[in-house]
């Protein structure tokens, strides 16, 4: 595949509590994205081998930044080895870097002043043909993952990328150093393996649906009394939503603000029965169909967790 360059329940609905009172006219959401590649659930400890190419060396530094980063609730979730160690890992992780740069000359249309006045100040500009020189950074990377226990391939991505400049005579300005371009690929290529291999915990202001179109008079200032309570107290507005609809109203926006409150409390499968419900109301609203997307992606990674704390994989 080619990629270019998007633990328990009670620990989870603990973070939230930390949260606090949020700005006006959303909830914060407390909640994990799960990896992108599901094998590595089973994996526990990853050994390091050396990297080939030019640039070899400084994406296995980067990644073993980045691995060994990664926390969840608190735990570290890879031990990473050098490839050289004594101890068995469950995989390991190689590849190859390669960068080239290419330079030549060519011309390009540019803005120039063909006419100034007795002050000197240009009076006349055109698009001409000027003189220039391009410069092509080609970066190719491939980055692999092998299982012990079988010696099966568990992941292989390549990360192409082309960075291309041209500076024409008379530009203000020059060539991005190539060093520095090539750190910012392979820093992009450790970020994406990282994604890859381990979730991620996030916080997120998710915004409250605020229309009230089709409310009674009544139900509208109720609504938006809530509203008012989400900059100070979130708890109370959820309580009152909770109240209009125990009252009978149903409408997209309470169904829909309700859903983000079962999610901030950790409660996703009523958060999931709230979203669907709105869904229902209003179908293919882009709200709803991200907040299910990510309701989903929450609740499979806390069970991808359960099962790596317990081993019943």
């Given amino acids: 595949m080619i990629r270019l360059l998007s ?64 926390t969840l609730f608190g735990q570290a979730y890879f031990d990473i080895l050098d490839g050289r160690s004594a101890v068995r890992s469950d995989a390991l992780l190689t590849g190859n870097v390669t960068a080239g740069v290419e330079q030549y000359e060519t011309t390009a249309k540019r803005r120039r002043c063909v006419e100034r006045n007795d002050k000197g100040r240009c009076v006349t500009h055109k698009n001409i ?39 024409c005579f008379g530009d203000d300005e020059d060539f991005a150093s190539s060093e520095s371009v090539i750190r910012n690929m392979v820093s992009a290529t450790a970020n994406a393996v990282r994604a890859d291999l381990a979730p991620k915990q996030y916080r997120r202001d998710i915004r409250i649906l605020e229309s009230r179109k089709g409310m009674t008079k009544t139900e509208s200032n109720f609504f938006k009394a809530a509203i008012r309570m989400t900059k100070s107290n979130p708890a109370e507005a959820c ?21 983000l ?9 009523a958060a999931l029965d709230l979203y669907n419900e709105a869904g229902r109301i209003s179908p293919g609203k882009s709200e709803v169909t991200e907040a299910l997307r990510r309701v989903n992606d929450h609740r499979q990674a806390l069970g991808d967790w359960e099962l790596r704390q317990t081993g019943d994989l």
């Fill in 7 to 70: 633990t328990t329940m009670a620990a989870l609905v603990a973070l939230s509590g930390l949260s606090g009172a949020a700005q006006a006219e959303v909830l914060t959401i407390e909640g994990l994205t799960p990896a992108n590649s599901p094998d590595f659930v089973q994996i526990q400890s990853i050994a390091i081998e050396r990297f080939g190419g030019g640039d070899g060396r400084a994406l296995a530094f980067e990644l073993e930044d980045r691995l060994s980063a990664v």
């Fill in 129 to 167: 043909k000027t003189d220039c020189l391009t410069r092509t950074i080609d970066y190719r990377a491939q980055v692999r993952v092998t299982r012990y226990d079988d010696g099966r391939r568990i992941y292989t991505e390549r990360f192409p990328e082309t960075d291309e400049q041209t500076i």
């Fill in 239 to 259: 309580r009152m939503w909770d109240e209009a609809a125990a009252n009978g109203q149903v409408h997209i926006s309470l169904g829909f603000n309700r859903g």
């Fill in 261 to 269: 409150c079962a999610e901030q409390r950790g409660d996703l499968e």
